[in-house]
């Protein structure tokens, strides 16, 4: 038996680590180090980020890089539009809204719709949560996740009116159409509803602005599809207005505003209806976007929906949702030429799609704006990533784990020695997290004891647990104070001290009656192991092969090289790779070197 060993509360990293990581790995505080681990030589191409959620970074044809999040319908599994920023008048980073929503299960998030740079209002329709936010954009289409699990693609319509109302039944009720929802003024004469999600105090300023404040009847968020009751408390021109919770502004722009300075004096009542023709029964999330990429499975090229040629035909990095048949959806970003990627038009983006098994699929925006974060990770590069106005975010309402590095070797040398794991929760409940090894059940309890909702950090020291080399598994299992069904996740890690100490240093050597520059290569083996020693560029060019998987004797050896390569000597930056095969796989170490001109 390993033996228990629950791991110490001082060990734990005072800082929360991301639910989920690509790479968990834990240095030594204060360690620093020029080598590092080499990827597993033939990494899974899929990771499970929770039950029934996968990532995947697939190279296509010609290197364009897509990266897949695929999400299983499920009780437990969730894809909702949301406000990156929190309100329509407000940006926000898309791995700011993973992390701001982990209490809520969220594990990844995709970009959404296209948006007013300036002001941050998203172009289309956002439904969330049952709350209407943003109308729909005329003549582009929308995403409605219906009731029933499925997606539809459709070109929806505002209908939103404001309507005075008179108790007494004397007056004629005197109707007029609403443009717009939480937005500024972009025409000339049009009608702005203005509701709490608006996010900011007061309304925006302007000329030819005039505006009245209605407290509601009921102080609840605004629905698709809905008439609310209320009464004019507050009128005025120039904009700015506050607008407050359990009330709404409705803004008229020019003769817009002339009307409803005649028609919405204090104490008249009115009903504010915010209709959205075409919307499916029952649906509380929509978001805009476009075009249409894939119907009935097949791809769509001509969709057109009042896109600029530029927007259509432009190569670049883009964003798209879609669901197969059998109600998996896809979340899909490609890269674009700034990550070296060549990019995609929309027509190339459909066939993307469609080749992915989509039944339906619309386009979201691109460009700068195309980004998908996993955990704290934003997997597609950006320099500077753009702030955006609406996501799509990836939940699960159950028990996370949070990725390991392929191999722990606990050696000594300050790579990868030990590593971090988190355990997250949303709901409460008794949550065991043990490191079980392969074959058999001998484990060692991580932690055992309440979580959630929140997360708990865990090292795992393979030293400290006594763990010998080997394929572990760090399992997890929760289980709910609400009697609902446990809920389990596994991770798979190797331990393997084989490896270790990697150095090389450049110097001199009498070579004939010469001193010549050599590079002098040294490193440990814990255990034999057939061994190759490579010099490469750091673009990964093999240069020089000092050994090729020669059978090498525990302990420590050194190797030396030339510095010559097709018959030149070799200067400026190099990379030193040194690989070990034992029973439990390939391990390596690598080192950047600078070779200067002797």
Same mark, same amino acid.
């Given at each position: 038996?390993?033996g228990?060993?629950?791991?110490?509360r001082?060990?734990?990293?005072?800082?929360?680590?991301?639910?989920?990581?690509?790479s968990a790995?834990?240095?030594?505080?204060?360690?620093?180090?020029?080598?590092?681990?080499l990827?597993p030589p033939?990494?899974s191409t899929k990771?499970?980020? %929770?039950p029934?959620?996968?990532?995947e970074?697939?190279v296509?044809?010609?290197?364009?890089?897509? @990266?897949?999040?695929?999400?299983?319908?499920?009780?437990?599994?969730?894809?909702?539009?949301?406000?990156?920023g929190?309100?329509?008048?407000?940006?926000?980073? %898309?791995?700011g809204?993973?992390?701001?929503?982990?209490?809520?299960?969220?594990v990844?998030?995709?970009?959404?719709?296209?948006?007013n740079?300036?002001h941050?209002n998203?172009s289309?329709l956002?439904?969330?949560?049952?709350?209407?936010?943003?109308?729909?954009?005329?003549?582009?289409?929308?995403?409605?996740?219906?009731?029933?699990r499925l997606?539809?693609?459709?070109r929806?319509?505002f209908?939103?009116?404001?309507?005075?109302?008179?108790?007494a039944g004397?007056?004629?009720p005197?109707? #007029?159409?609403?443009?717009?929802?939480?937005?500024?003024?972009i025409?000339?004469s049009?009608?702005?509803?203005f509701?709490?999600?608006?996010?900011?105090?007061?309304?925006?300023?302007?000329?030819?602005? $005039?505006?009245? #404040?209605i407290?509601?009847?009921?102080?609840r968020p $605004? !629905?698709?599809?809905?008439?609310r009751?209320?009464?004019?408390?507050?009128t005025?021109?120039?904009?700015?207005m506050?607008i407050?919770?359990? @009330?709404?502004?409705?803004t008229?722009?020019?003769?817009?505003?002339?009307?409803?300075? /005649?028609e919405? +004096?204090?104490?008249?009542?009115?009903n504010?209806a915010?209709?959205?023709?075409?919307?499916?029964?029952?649906?509380?999330?929509a978001?805009?976007?476009?075009?249409?990429?894939?119907?009935?499975?097949?791809a %769509? @090229?001509a969709a057109? &929906?009042g $896109?600029?040629?530029?927007?259509?035909y432009g190569?670049?990095?883009?964003?798209?949702?879609a669901?197969t048949?059998?109600?998996?959806i896809l979340?899909?970003t490609?890269?674009?030429?700034q990550?070296?990627?060549?990019g995609?038009?929309v027509?190339?983006?459909?066939?993307?799609?469609?080749?992915?098994?989509?039944?339906?699929a619309?386009?979201?925006?691109?460009?700068g704006?195309?980004q998908?974060?996993?955990?704290?990770d934003?997997?597609i590069?950006?320099?500077?990533?753009?702030?955006v106005?609406?996501a799509l975010l990836?939940a699960?309402?159950?028990?996370?784990?949070?990725t390991?590095?392929?191999?722990i070797?606990?050696?000594?040398?300050?790579?990868?020695d030990?590593?971090?794991?988190?355990?997250?929760?949303?709901?409460?409940?008794?949550?065991k997290?043990a490191?079980?090894?392969?074959p058999?059940?001998e484990?060692?309890v991580l932690f055992?004891?309440?979580l959630?909702?929140?997360e708990?950090?865990?090292?795992?020291?393979?030293?400290?647990?006594e763990a010998?080399d080997?394929v572990? &598994?760090?399992v997890?299992?929760?289980?709910?104070?609400?009697?609902?069904?446990?809920?389990?996740?596994r991770?798979?890690?190797?331990?393997? /001290?084989t490896?270790a100490?990697?150095t090389? #240093?450049?110097?001199?050597?009498r070579?004939?009656?010469?001193?010549?520059?050599?590079?002098?290569v040294?490193f440990?083996?814990v @255990?034999? +192991?057939?061994v190759?020693?490579?010099v490469?560029?750091p673009?990964?060019?093999?240069?020089?092969?000092?050994?090729n998987g #020669?059978?090498?004797?525990a302990?420590?050896?050194?190797? /030396?090289?030339?510095?010559?390569?097709?018959?030149e000597?070799?200067?400026?930056a190099v &990379?030193?790779?040194?690989?070990?095969?034992?029973? !439990?796989?390939?391990?390596?170490?690598?080192?950047?070197?600078?070779?200067?001109k002797?």
């Amino acid at each position: 038996m390993l033996g228990y060993a629950p791991v110490s509360r001082r060990l734990l990293r005072p800082a929360a680590v991301a639910v989920l990581l690509l790479s968990a790995a834990a240095v030594p505080a204060g360690a620093r180090t020029e080598v590092t681990a080499l990827p597993p030589p033939s990494p899974s191409t899929k990771t499970v980020l %929770v039950p029934g959620i996968t990532y995947e970074r697939q190279v296509r044809d010609g290197g364009q890089v897509v @990266h897949i999040l695929r999400v299983r319908p499920g009780a437990r599994q969730s894809v909702r539009p949301i406000l990156a920023g929190g309100s329509p008048s407000q940006r926000g980073s %898309v791995t700011g809204a993973v992390a701001s929503r982990r209490a809520e299960g969220a594990v990844a998030a995709m970009n959404g719709d296209f948006f007013n740079f300036e002001h941050a209002n998203p172009s289309g329709l956002l439904l969330s949560g049952g709350e209407l936010v943003s109308e729909p954009e005329a003549g582009r289409s929308s995403l409605v996740f219906q009731p029933d699990r499925l997606l539809a693609a459709a070109r929806l319509a505002f209908a939103g009116t404001y309507e005075t109302v008179d108790p007494a039944g004397i007056v004629p009720p005197r109707s #007029r159409r609403i443009d717009a929802m939480n937005r500024p003024a972009i025409l000339g004469s049009e009608t702005i509803l203005f509701t709490p999600a608006y996010g900011q105090v007061d309304t925006p300023t302007g000329d030819s602005l $005039f505006e009245a #404040r209605i407290r509601l009847d009921e102080d609840r968020p $605004f !629905l698709a599809n809905e008439v609310r009751g209320g009464t004019v408390i507050a009128t005025g021109a120039g904009g700015g207005m506050t607008i407050g919770a359990g @009330h709404a502004v409705v803004t008229g722009v020019g003769s817009a505003g002339r009307n409803l300075a /005649r028609e919405l +004096a204090p104490g008249q009542r009115v009903n504010l209806a915010t209709g959205v023709t075409g919307l499916p029964p029952g649906a509380a999330d929509a978001i805009g976007g476009g075009p249409l990429l894939v119907s009935n499975g097949q791809a %769509v @090229h001509a969709a057109g &929906e009042g $896109f600029s040629g530029s927007q259509l035909y432009g190569r670049t990095s883009r964003s798209a949702v879609a669901q197969t048949v059998d109600g998996t959806i896809l979340l899909v970003t490609a890269e674009g030429p700034q990550q070296g990627s060549p990019g995609l038009t929309v027509a190339e983006q459909a066939d993307l799609m469609a080749a992915l098994g989509a039944r339906v699929a619309i386009g979201m925006d691109g460009g700068g704006s195309a980004q998908l974060a996993v955990g704290d990770d934003l997997v597609i590069p950006w320099d500077s990533p753009r702030r955006v106005s609406t996501a799509l975010l990836v939940a699960y309402q159950g028990l996370q784990l949070s990725t390991l590095p392929f191999r722990i070797s606990p050696n000594g040398d300050g790579v990868d020695d030990r590593a971090g794991v988190v355990v997250a929760a949303t709901a409460p409940g008794r949550t065991k997290v043990a490191l079980v090894a392969r074959p058999g059940n001998e484990a060692t309890v991580l932690f055992d004891g309440p979580l959630g909702p929140g997360e708990q950090p865990i090292r795992i020291d393979p030293l400290r647990l006594e763990a010998a080399d080997g394929v572990y &598994e760090v399992v997890a299992r929760q289980v709910p104070d609400d009697g609902s069904p446990p809920t389990t996740q596994r991770r798979r890690v190797i331990v393997d /001290r084989t490896l270790a100490s990697l150095t090389a #240093r450049p110097t001199k050597a009498r070579v004939g009656k010469k001193r010549r520059p050599v590079l002098d290569v040294g490193f440990r083996l814990v @255990h034999q +192991a057939r061994v190759t020693v490579e010099v490469r560029t750091p673009s990964g060019t093999v240069l020089k092969r000092l050994s090729n998987g #020669r059978v090498t004797a525990a302990g420590r050896h050194s190797l /030396r090289w030339g510095r010559r390569a097709g018959g030149e000597r070799v200067d400026g930056a190099v &990379e030193v790779v040194v690989i070990a095969r034992t029973k !439990l796989g390939q391990s390596g170490l690598q080192r950047s070197v600078g070779l200067a001109k002797p």
